[in-house]
């Protein structure tokens, strides 16, 4: 078990439960600048922009 995959099954199903369909992906990656932190969401922002526009 990785890191990736402990942090994947709770940020889907805090996505889900704020309303995100059921297949999506969290697409966690680590991050480039660390002052943002270790890892980061990207899927986060793609269902926000495509749910909530």
Request: net charge positive; no cysteine; proline share 6%.
């Amino acid at each position: 078990m990785t890191i990736l995959s402990t942090l994947h099954t709770p940020i889907k199903t805090a996505m889900i439960q704020a309303g995100a369909d059921e297949t999506t992906d969290p697409v966690i990656k680590q991050s480039g600048k660390p002052q943002f932190g270790d890892y980061q969401a990207n899927g986060v922002m793609g269902v926000a922009k495509k749910n909530w526009a």
